[in-house]
Structures are given as structure tokens and as C-alpha cells.
């Protein structure tokens, strides 16, 4: 696929699906970040700042959304699934409706060490938009957040 080049339709980076970027990639963020928005205003009004019922139905793509417009790089695999570039990497948690966001990187990238720092970054983006993302420390000290709807 050429940079820039469309497949079909949106698909938020995740993390778990090829790079991305470019200008029309941003574009589709913005317009992409925007619809929600506008979601959130016809739901509940001029001011709506908590998740609308689409993003709670669809956390993992709003939140992919969300990070991705704030200009945090997602996480990348290739076509046999090695991580090829470092970035978040959102996912479902355990808990239905909360959503699990990682800092990953190919192996020696260094990302276990910018966790801390980057899902702060993270988290400082989504609490904004209604989002409560609380910091945690799994397995072999690797930190991850847990996000989920503000209320």
C-alpha cells in the first residue's frame, strides 16, 4: 500500500495492525476525531464531555481515535505480527467496556523504558475527552493503563 493510498474505510490504528501515516492518514484522524465529537453534541448537547453511547459500545476504536488524533504514534506489526515500531497499543480489557493501553516497541527499542513517561502522555490525552485512565503495573514490573469511561 502507497503512503496515503485508501483501502476502504477508517479503521483506527490500534497498534496491532500495519504503520500508518502521512497527510491523508491525518486527515482522516481529524475528520475521524471530529464525527465523534459531533456524536458526543447530538447525544448530549454543546457540552458534552463524556463518552457518547457509540464510544462506550466501541471503546477500543475510540480510544485508538483519541490517542492518534493527540499526535501519539501507534504501534505497529508486519505481516507475520513482529511489532515494528514503538507506540501505544490499545486493546480490551478484562473488564467489559475498559480498555487496556500499552507502550510497545520492537524488541531492544528501549519502549519498556518510555512506558512510564508515554502512557502518561497517553492518559493526559484521553482525560480531556472523558476518559479515566488509572496506571498500572503488571508482570515483570511492565505498565500498562486501564481506561474507561469518566462516570
Known sequence: MADGEATGPFEPATGEGPAVSGADREAAVRAALDGLLRIRRVMAGP??????????????????????AAGIPPSAVDGEGARITTGYRASAAERPGSVRVEWLGPPGSGAEYEAGASLGRCATALRPLGWVALAYRGPRRHHYLEVEPDG
Open 47 to 68: 457540552a458534552a464531555s463524556a463518552p457518547a453511547p457509540w464510544e462506550r459500545l466501541q471503546p477500543v476504536r475510540a480510544i485508538a481515535i483519541a490517542l492518534e
